[in-house]
């Protein structure tokens, strides 16, 4: 890379200005051995030199970037690449949020989900998955649900994924009714029946010796036409065993 570098230094003093080709080279180069802080350097050198850098070595860059989970020296390029006449695209917007999102930075994504609206770019299935997927993890499951409104109401429709990331969160805030409720709303709006969730359910609730709750979401389960497998039927026997002990110890005494 060092030879090649200098036999760029050399085209730029004798009056040749290096192609969209010769730069895409040079940074997939630094790229390829991990270098990529000389990539970026090599980027801002060229542009010293009036050379003008290409939508794909941006994008390219920026990619790498989130891959390294360095969100915020991408979105620093991506800035740089605004200023420099290119226009970002979905795809790039998505690989900002979801390395955002990985890093739990939850209010820079949704600045940037909002810049895309600004700028009449769409989010799509991407967007919202890592968005919501984020917010559940952070507590925040109320926020990502609200958010399934605003996708439906632009033509996206949830998946699996978004629902179990929900699911998961409402778990974790130890609301069991608004996870069970979710799952009957997804079932029922988007016909996805996750019978993973459901069994995740009666484990909980079995676990807590309610075993009426677990036996209701059972029934739920049959009248959606979900039937039960191995998994459904070890949480139900768990959960009547605690039961059973918990009775039986209250009679003891």
Same mark, same amino acid.
């Given at each position: 890379m060092?030879e090649?570098?200098?036999?760029?230094?050399d085209?730029?003093?004798n &009056?040749? !200005?290096p192609?969209?080709?010769?730069c895409w080279?040079?940074?997939? &180069?630094? &790229?390829?051995?991990?270098?990529?802080l !000389?990539?970026?350097?090599?980027?801002?050198?060229l542009?010293?030199?009036g050379?003008?850098?290409?939508?794909?070595?941006?994008?390219? *860059?920026? =990619? =790498?970037?989130?891959?390294?989970?360095? $969100?915020f020296a991408a979105?620093?390029?991506l800035?740089? @690449?605004?200023?420099?006449?290119?226009?970002?695209?979905?795809? %790039?917007?998505n690989?900002?949020i979801? !390395?955002?999102?990985?890093?739990d930075? %939850?209010a +820079?994504? #949704?600045?940037l989900?909002?810049?895309?609206?600004?700028?009449k770019?769409k $989010?799509? *299935?991407v967007?919202y998955?890592a968005?919501?997927?984020c917010?559940?993890?952070l507590g925040?499951s109320?926020?990502?649900?609200s958010?399934?409104?605003?996708?439906v109401?632009? &033509?996206?429709?949830p998946d699996? =994924?978004i629902? /179990?990331?929900?699911f998961?969160g409402?778990? /974790? +805030?130890?609301?069991?009714?608004k996870?069970q409720? #979710?799952?009957?709303f997804f079932a029922?709006?988007?016909?996805i029946?996750?019978?993973e969730s459901?069994? =995740?359910l009666?484990r909980?609730?079995?676990?807590k010796g309610?075993?009426?709750?677990s036996?209701e979401?059972?029934?739920m @389960?049959?009248?959606?036409? *979900?039937?039960?497998?191995p998994l459904?039927?070890k949480?139900?026997i768990?959960? #009547?065993?605690?039961?059973?002990?918990?009775? !039986?110890a209250s *009679?003891?005494?």
């Open positions: 060092q090649s570098r200098s036999l760029l230094h085209m730029i003093w &009056g040749i !200005s192609d969209s080709f010769t080279v040079l940074v997939e &180069g630094y &790229g390829k051995e991990g270098k990529l !000389s990539a970026l350097n090599l980027v801002v050198e542009q010293r030199f050379v003008s850098i290409a939508q794909d070595i941006y994008c390219y *860059l920026i =990619a =790498a970037l989130c891959q390294e989970n360095r $969100p979105k620093n390029l800035e740089r @690449m605004t200023q420099d006449g290119q226009k970002p695209e979905l795809e %790039i917007y690989e900002l979801k !390395s955002f999102c990985h890093c930075c %939850i +820079e994504a #949704l600045r989900k909002k810049e895309m609206v600004d700028k770019i $989010p799509n *299935l967007t998955g968005v919501i997927d917010l559940s993890r925040r109320m926020e990502g649900e958010l399934v409104g605003e996708m109401a632009s &033509g996206v429709v699996l =994924a629902c /179990r990331a929900l998961n409402y778990c /974790r +805030e130890n609301d069991i009714d996870a409720s #979710l799952l009957s029922k709006e988007f016909q029946h996750d019978t459901f069994n =995740a009666i909980i609730t079995g676990g309610d075993i009426t709750s036996l979401i059972q029934d @389960m049959l009248k959606m036409g *979900l039937l039960p497998n459904t039927c949480y139900v768990d959960g #009547l065993w605690k039961a059973w002990r918990v009775d !039986s *009679l003891v005494k």
